[in-house]
């Protein structure tokens, strides 16, 4: 997947480019990020990518004009291999992303994700130029770059050959959507706290049973909402009820086909 990413901190995305598993992506050719910096495309001594906004009120807006120029150029590049990509904008307007939002958006072979700064971007810009809007979650940050690059990161761990096969075996087990289970590893007894003995039992299929346990366990308790509407089986549906006679606090489960 090809990258363009309009910012003016286009040193920020080495966290991506650089380490672990979005770094080795790199390195491997499936991934490439070009960054392209209005600061570059702007005018005069000062350089100004920034200004006070029309009516008042505190904060700068992007100006237009040197994103279109950084836009045009991440566009042409873009074209160079053939590709058309879709203009994504960061913003706390945006939907909120979703895993299986990332899963779509990974389907794509290239975007330009803008980063926004300041108050923002002026809006005529956003009309003429921007496809998609996505937010990374409901608190205020400082601008779109942490979010580009946490969307990349989600997208990345996505595409063909980037995760090992034991990593991403992982990603269509059934638990996809539910919290984990707990992870051990030496020493087996640490400061008086011990390792389950179930994990070192040897037996395979009763570990896979406790972590499936443990998951829907996990997820009734501190993410209930992943639950709704979710089909569960008959031993997954007596796992929660053992839960409730535990005098743990779970929602009953809705059926398929309940309101
Ligand atoms: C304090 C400024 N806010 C006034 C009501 C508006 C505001 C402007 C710019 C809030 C945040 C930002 C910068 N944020 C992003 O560019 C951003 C973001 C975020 O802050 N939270 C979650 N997802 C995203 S995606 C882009």
Same mark, same amino acid.
């Given at each position: ?111 330009? +994700? #803008?980063?926004? *700064?300041? !108050? @923002? ?5 956003? %009309?003429?130029?921007? /496809? $998609? ?106 796992? +929660? #009820?053992?839960? *409730?006679? !535990? @005098? ?5 489960? %809705?059926?398929?086909? /309940? $309101?």
């Amino acid at each position: 997947m090809w990258v363009g990413a309009i910012t003016l901190f286009p040193a920020m995305f080495e966290a991506v480019t650089a380490y672990g598993v979005t770094g080795r992506a790199v390195e491997q050719g499936v991934l490439e990020v070009d960054a392209f910096n209005p600061r570059d495309y702007a005018e005069g001594g000062y350089r100004r990518v920034d200004d006070r906004p029309y009516g008042g009120g505190p904060g700068m807006v992007m100006m237009i004009e040197p994103l279109r120029r950084a836009l045009a150029q991440a566009k042409d590049k873009a074209a160079t291999r053939g590709l058309t990509p879709p203009v994504i904008y960061l913003s706390p307007q945006g939907r909120r992303l979703t895993q299986a939002d990332v899963a779509e958006l990974a389907q794509w072979p290239a975007m330009i +994700l #803008l980063c926004g *700064r300041y !108050e @923002g971007i002026d809006e005529r810009l956003l %009309a003429t130029e921007v /496809d $998609a809007e996505w937010s990374v979650g409901d608190y205020v940050l400082s601008g779109g770059e942490l979010p580009a690059m946490v969307l990349m990161d989600a997208i990345t761990r996505l595409l063909p050959g980037v995760l090992g096969s034991s990593e991403s075996a992982e990603q269509d087990s059934f638990s996809d959507g539910w919290l984990d289970c707990p992870h051990y590893t030496r020493p087996p007894l640490c400061e008086g706290l011990a390792v389950p003995d179930i994990l070192l039992s040897g037996d395979h299929q009763a570990i896979a049973r406790w972590r499936h346990r443990q998951r829907l366990e996990r997820t009734a308790l501190r993410r209930p909402d992943l639950l709704q509407g979710r089909a569960l089986t008959k031993e997954e549906q007596a796992w +929660l #009820l053992d839960l *409730r006679q !535990e @005098g743990a606090e779970v929602q009953p489960q %809705a059926h398929q086909g /309940d $309101a």
